[in-house]
């Protein structure tokens, strides 16, 4: 049996648990890999490994007793590990939220928790956060500050700093953070992974630590975009079952390819990063590429209702949630947390009301402004910039600050959003995007920042990390690029994959440990047949054709290193191995290819157009 995957999309787990892998073997390799890697400053607290096989033998003891449909109807999270932050009650698990003093041992998980453990999902720990989650950067913390997975001097973003490392670095699939001022987005923008927003109200906040009760959201790190759906969909069923009531005319069916519009703020703001300036604008023009148009619009409006968060009197519902606590002399308190929080008792009630009242005249003139110009989206940077650990310590407010420069009007604007990975600078760290939707509109927006995300083509989480240089945006010309090795060859060679090697897919693993780098999605020509193989796991044979009957098939192009080409060769198993493939614009690229002599006991796909398509067609989890 291969080891449980190391970049471990809900594909991939589902993949390597119906190839025969089992809950108690997972459990035994994440946590003793969690064990082996993590830095101090991710966690707070681990399962007890007893705990976690006894939690394995009673799901691998339930799928013994269910057909492989009805175990995924049942348990659409499977023997999939997730991680908590510390803010979100587990039972069995202390809640800090991140300070020691005020620890205390919950009874029951909280309801969000409890439905994915429902589900069939292991929650392998705690994860650690700025205090009260009260912070942007990750470093208000006595528990350490969180590095960044990609350099542990940087920051790795807040409040739900641990969260996010932990998914980025391949530790869990998914993992739970909250969002008040932007504490699920600027941390996933840091770590090159996906944070999901969603609408206030969606996902249930009973059993979460407050920071401000009324803009309080929980969201969901994940590597993909699908994959943050689907946990999506167990939390909240069709977006329909959170604590919001939302009727059926405030929902919008989900993008499929159709034109749109996304406004853009006319006077962008990166603190002297150019770096981070120009990745922008590659965002803006990959999303043209998508159908959309972009439309110029006035920020000022969103930074004035972005100011009244920590500026005004808002701020007092920080100290309405753990004022009383941080007047008292209790063990672990950050300083600088509590500055803000009691912070907030010089407030009136008539500040407060003010303060309101101004909000929703805001809200309602940047609401005519969106039906005016006729938005779908707002597309803004995930964060302007990024700074070291030091940095944030040395001027923790001002930096701090800055970071939330396009996330903190976004809870009291009622609106949702998805953070997605959009590049790398020079210095190798990730820089994301976030799209940005009115209420209820995250269920339209996830098949796009899906479609974005796919066309950066960007290694998941950490994985391919040493080509990060490739993919960083550095002005240099494509020809300067290119790495030669001595005999002047460039040092790595495309390989076109057309199945499980896909990205997301159960064997995709495999490129990502070999270096592999995602190049682009492409067709092949229409000289194709494309067949399922019997067994686990699932696997396309294509067959090349003469006789007018092929067509053209999903495929990807992946860069892998010469010197790992030959261990990719023996990780195929027959009847398939590597030929020439001619793709849809001619060109001829090593890839996948089948002999024939198995294909009379396989199924014939080709009218599919693909894998993907062919997978879509099987009993689906959820």
Known sequence: MPDFPRHPTLPAVRAWHEAGGTVRE????VLGRIRRTSPSGVWISLALEETLQEEARRLDAQAKRLAAAERRRQFPLFGVFCAVKDNID?????????????????KVSAPVVAKLQEAGAI?????????????LVGVRSPYGACPNPFDPAYISGGSSS????AVAAGMVS???????AGSNRVPAGFCNVVGLKPTR???????????MRTLDCVGIFALDCDDAAQVQRVLAGPFLLGGRDAGKGDLRSEWRGEPFVFGVPEHLEFFGDKASAALFRQAVERLKDLGGTE????????REVADALYAGPCVAERYEAVGEFLEGDHDGVDPTVKGIVLGGKRFTAVDLYRCHKRLEELRRTIGRMWRDLDIDLLLVP????????????ADPLALNGKLGWYTNFVNLLDMAGVAVPSGFTPRRLPFGVTMLVRALGERWLLPLAKEFHDAAGLPMGTAGREACEETAMDGRDEAKDKVKDKDGDEESMEIVVVGAHMRGLALNGQLLELGGVFSCACRTAPVYRMYALPGKPLRPALLRTEDGTGRSVEAEVWKLPRRNIGAFLAMINPPLGLGTLTLEDGRQVKGFISEAYPLASATDITALGGFRAYLATLPQEG
């Open 201 to 211: 109200g969606v996902l249930s906040t009973e059993g979460v630590v407050p920071a």
């Open 90 to 106: 587990v039972k069995g698990f202390p809640t800090t939220a991140g300070c020691p003093g005020y620890a205390y041992t919950p």
């Open 174 to 180: 998914f993992a739970l953070g909250t969002d008040t």
């Open 295 to 302: 439309c110029r619009v006035s920020f000022d409006l969103f």
């Open 26 to 29: 997972a459990a035994s390799q």
């Open 123 to 135: 929650v392998v720990g705690k994860t650690n956060l700025d205090q009260f989650a009260t912070g």
């Open 162 to 165: 641990g969260s996010a490392h």
């Open 382 to 393: 995930t964060a302007p910039t990024i700074y070291t650990i030091e940095q944030v310590r």
